[in-house]
């Protein structure tokens, strides 16, 4: 029986649970000493002065690096967050909470109080905190979606449209910042030999990681190693290497001896990104039909200074695809207050732009008189109407059809207060849901001992999501190996280079090269017994011969995989390979899709607001493993229930 799509139990479970798999913080470096971070208490001017002296005299203080004696770092290109303020380059204030100075003693309570004895003097400046009084200001991004696009979009007569419209709406949406907040805060260790930098950090791109550290710092990639073979939590606040990360690497520079930094839960409002608030402005028209004639949509991201970074919400990529609609034009303006760094959160844009895009939708539904359903089936878009092509494989349709069987969508009535339990009121409503379908290369070594063990690496990262698993799961039906003779090591960026975990793609990016680099094992093997002259296969071809269970399988006998090895004085036999998309984002429109059904119970009397019953019906592609991904789904309901319910 096939074990991908099978709902195994995740082979880091047990470790997990009993606390056996360690992260970042964890692992017991001989000789490490504490950083401790000091953030601003403005949010913009310039620090005049520090007085360390009492800090300075505490007990186990080894340094206090702040911009006076922090050394200069490099800012190379392409890094996020290798900008210089938040790492101690220059002394100006661009944010409260900002990073001014880092205390390293020899024990965590020293390091603490310490730097609760660091005095900072500052000239005030005026702070831009208000992005609905400086909207007016907004400006578009420089390098939209890392300029892989423009930030608006236009296609056929918008206003004409929307003017001859019979139903018509022009309302505008706010979500608010949100936090990530992973279970595991950002934490690192740092250490040093020579030139050579070994860091265990939480992060959820280990090569992303090494290449911003080795820039920051002037050294090679090869002599940067990172580690993160746990991660607890992320949610795209740990894709990027953030300030901490690289301050722990320059603190164990200047003491010249192992740093953890471990951030604490107040700091990490400030120092790892959020989303950033939004503000979006609809305009929809429909016919007396139902059918859209335009749709506009202007979405408004709050930003740090510019000199910090770049990042903008993409919050109406959606509106673009996901219903046919001949005139659509949408716009993305970023406004910059004195504010982090915003980044990537659980479907940056969209998330947020989803919710204004569904939300203006069933306003159009109810002035339509139409069930919100049918009013989305009106305007099924059954190819991509932004990029003219064919979607790759789309079942929407079919879940909105299970979606509200399973939810018993029929039994709804639209008028207001008609539907209550007792004194309770009760309310049911649908959204659709969308996210693109992610690729990128990645790399994948495959090896076998002579006791027919399997270990896979690969420099990805379980970001908690059961990468292990699934992996261990491809390899098994690839190789006819089971489950419990297979190992997946992850987490190194010394092992094979594989992308950041974000946008759902490290399953889509790492499988294909797992199950490439076994079959390119098989084929070793295969080689390996038709050249041993005991088998009497000389002439055969790789056809001719299958391996199954540690043996290798020909027309009249069996050779155990052990004997060929040993015979070769091979320890092990080994093959690596590489995999990356093709030409089908050429060709193709690709999407995930899913329909969302909520029923929520309101007390009126006491404006208690309950969610009591959910479901949803995802369109989600090949599952690798049904209980991890059942618990994804699950995990994105969540998710979403908090954004509304907030």
């Not at 101690?88 to 730097?115: F, P, R, S, T």
């Not at 089936?377 to 079942?395: I, V």
């Not at 063990?453 to 098994?476: E, K, L």
Request: charged residues 20%; hydrophobic residues 40%.
């Amino acid at each position: 029986m096939a074990i991908v799509g099978r709902p195994i139990d995740r082979i880091d479970g047990h470790l997990k649970v009993t606390g056996a798999a360690k992260y970042a913080a964890e692992f017991r470096v001989p000789n490490v000493v504490h950083a401790v971070l000091v953030q601003s208490t403005i949010a913009a001017g310039t620090i005049t002065g520090f007085d360390l002296k009492e800090a300075e005299g505490m007990p186990g203080v080894l340094a206090i690096i702040t911009p006076e004696n922090a050394g200069k770092l490099s800012s190379p290109d392409k890094v996020q967050q290798a900008v210089p303020g938040p790492l101690l380059q220059n002394k100006d204030i661009l944010y409260n909470g900002q990073h001014v100075a880092v205390v390293v003693a020899e024990h965590l309570e020293q390091a603490q109080a310490a730097a609760s004895r660091v005095r900072v003097t500052y000239a005030n400046g005026e702070a831009a905190t208000s992005m609905d009084a400086l909207l007016g200001q907004a400006y578009p991004p420089k390098r939209f979606r890392n300029g892989a696009r423009p930030p608006d979009s236009k296609r056929g007569d918008l206003d004409a449209a929307f003017d001859s419209g019979a139903v018509k709406l022009d309302t505008t949406y706010v979500t608010p910042i949100e936090h990530h907040n992973a279970m595991e805060p950002h934490a690192t260790i740092a250490s040093w030999n020579g030139d050579r930098l070994t860091v265990w950090t939480a992060t959820q791109g280990i090569s992303g990681a090494q290449a911003a550290l080795a820039g920051q710092f002037g050294i090679d990639k090869s002599d940067v190693r990172i580690l993160c073979p746990y991660l607890g939590g992320g949610f795209g606040s740990k894709g990027n290497t953030w300030p901490p990360a690289t301050l722990a690497a320059l603190a164990a520079r200047t003491v010249k001896r192992p740093v953890k930094l471990v951030v604490t839960r107040a700091q990490m409002y400030t120092s790892n990104g959020y989303r950033p608030r939004t503000v979006q402005k609809l305009k929809l028209a429909a016919d007396g039909d139902g059918r859209l004639l335009a749709m506009r949509h202007d979405g408004f991201s709050s930003m740090s200074q510019p000199s910090l970074g770049e990042f903008c919400e993409p919050v109406a990529l959606a509106t673009e695809m996901l219903y046919a609609c001949p005139n659509v034009a949408v716009t993305h303006r970023l406004v910059a207050l004195n504010a982090p760094l915003p980044t990537y959160m659980r479907a940056p844009g969209e998330a947020s732009g989803v919710f204004a895009l569904e939300s203006a939708m069933d306003e159009m539904a109810v002035a339509l008189k139409m069930d919100p359903i049918e009013f989305r089936l009106r305007n099924y878009a059954e190819t991509d109407p932004h990029e003219g092509k064919p979607f790759a494989s789309k079942a929407l349709r079919a879940c909105y059809e299970q979606g509200a069987k399973a939810f018993g969508w029929e039994r709804r009535s639209p008028e207001p207060r008609s539907m209550q339990d007792g004194n309770m009121l009760i309310g049911w409503g649908m959204a659709t849901s969308t996210y693109p379908t992610n690729r990128q290369p990645a790399s994948v070594r495959v090896r076998m001992d002579q006791a027919g063990n399997v270990v896979v690496q690969s420099g990805t990262q379980d970001i908690g999501t059961g990468t292990y698993t699934v992996m261990t799961q491809v390899a098994s039906d690839a190789l006819g190996v089971p489950v419990h003779r297979i190992r997946v090591e992850l987490g190194d960026s010394s092992l094979p280079p594989a992308p950041v975990s974000g946008g759902s793609m490290t399953v889509a990016s790492v499988a294909p090269s797992v199950q490439a680099a076994c079959q390119a094992l098989l084929e070793k093997i295969k080689d390996l017994a038709l050249a041993d002259a005991g088998s009497g296969w000389h002439g055969q071809t790789r056809g001719a011969l299958q391996i199954r269970d540690g043996l290798v399988i020909g027309p009249d006998r069996r050779v155990p995989i052990a004997a060929l090895l040993e015979k070769t004085k091979q320890p092990f036999i080994e093959a690596e390979a590489q995999t990356k998309p093709g030409e089908e984002k050429q060709r193709f429109s690709m999407h995930a899709f899913g329909a969302q059904f909520a029923e929520v119970r309101i007390d009126p009397d006491l404006g208690q607001i309950r969610v009591s019953r959910y479901v949803g019906a995802f369109d989600a592609g090949h599952v690798l493993n049904a209980k991890t991904a059942r618990s994804q789904l699950i995990g994105g309901i969540t998710y979403g229930i908090g954004m509304a319910l907030f």
